[in-house]
């Protein structure tokens, strides 16, 4: 009798609070963010936003042929649920298209966007809106992006959007008619990108990377917050992946200043995101890294993390684990230690599970 109380109890309590999916979901990736890096933000700032989450857990980052992964890879397994070879975009072991979060979201109505500090081709951006058996494809990749149906293209990379492909230059306005049929607007500066009404667009603000933050009039919070200002119109939700690139380029340069401060103006982002979320109520929130990178540590210091020094152990990526944040509906689930493929795959279902 007991046994049938309870589980009355248990349907009843299952009737009135649905195990709820999320309406939105960002991906916020740190790219190389390793445990030492996360640190950095969390030892000098009381307020780091990476404090706020309660459910953390760390993701297993080889890819399906190597022990050390890099972007390709490690994009493909969160924007898949698949671990691929390393360099692979989006496709399986046989370079079979491998079907990604955003094309599901598509199918579910919602829109989709992604926000970079690098050029919008580079791996982890391309593995969430194209497919190829090498990252350096970067051509077709732009071509991709192009027909993806993505709404939110902000990053760098103008170059690899040239109409016309005799010419070396971009031309930002032959590049901005040819938008016009597929609706999409086109915008070459942050002031520009601002000021946009549109719904659909390309904001591609450099030739190649943005400027490192420190070199920026512009916060990757701005950006994030522009994107989010874009998407949340949608009344189907959004997917929306946003990358710390350039924690990873500080880390092949071994550059401590430089890792410290591209660590910093992505926890801002993390922070507005969290803020977002906590009053949307209806986002998933899930930072993580694709890999380590450096195999870095913070070796000097003092305890309230002023004048900290890295050290790093080689100029790569690591196979370390790397942390992952979650906030919001079903963020429970991506907590303990996991395989990024299976990250991937839990995306998957909150979006499928609208
Ligand atoms: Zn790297």
Do not use: W
């Not at 010419?167 to 601002?194: E, H, I, M, R």
């Not at 993390?270 to 870095?296: C, M, R, W």
């Amino acid at each position: 009798m007991k046994k049938y109380i309870i589980l009355i109890i248990l349907l009843n309590t299952a009737f009135l609070f649905p195990a709820k999916h999320p309406k939105n979901i960002i991906i916020m990736i740190g790219d190389g963010m390793g445990v030492a890096q996360v640190s950095t933000s969390v030892l000098a700032n009381p307020n780091s936003a990476f404090r706020l989450f309660k459910n953390t857990g760390f993701s297993i980052t080889y890819s399906a042929n190597k022990l050390i992964t890099e972007s390709a890879a490690g994009a493909t397994a969160l924007a898949t649920g698949f671990k691929t070879k390393n360099r692979s975009i989006s496709v399986d072991t046989n370079d079979k298209p491998l079907t990604t979060l955003f094309e599901v979201a598509k199918k579910k109505n919602m829109k989709s966007g992604v926000v970079v500090l690098c050029s919008v081709v580079d791996a982890t951006p391309a593995a969430f809106t194209a497919h190829s058996p090498d990252r350096k494809n970067k051509y077709d990749i732009a071509h991709q992006i192009l027909t993806s149906d993505c709404d939110v293209v902000i990053g760098g990379g103008q170059k690899y959007f040239r109409v016309d492909t005799s010419k070396d230059a971009f031309d930002a306005d032959a590049f901005k008619s040819s938008l016009v049929k597929s609706g999409y607007s086109f915008y070459p500066t942050f002031d520009k990108l601002t000021h946009a009404t549109g719904k659909k667009y390309f904001a591609l603000l450099e030739n190649e990377d943005l400027p490192k933050a420190t070199e920026r009039k512009y916060s990757l919070k701005d950006l994030v917050k522009k994107a989010i200002e874009s998407l949340n119109e949608s009344k189907t939700g959004f997917v929306l992946m946003i990358e710390g690139s350039q924690i990873d380029f500080a880390g092949h340069e071994n550059n401590s200043q430089y890792m410290i401060d591209e660590v910093k103006d992505f926890a801002e982002a993390v922070g507005f995101v969290y803020d977002f979320a906590s009053k949307d109520k209806e986002t998933l929130v899930v930072v993580t890294a694709d890999h380590e990178t450096g195999g870095t540590g913070i070796t000097k210091g003092n305890t309230d993390g002023s004048n900290m020094e890295l050290s790093f152990l080689l100029k790569g990526h690591t196979a370390s684990m790397v942390p992952v944040f979650s906030f919001g509906p079903e963020s429970d689930k991506f907590t303990g230690i996991q395989q990024n493929s299976d990250i991937g795959k839990k995306l998957m279902n909150c979006v499928k599970g609208k």
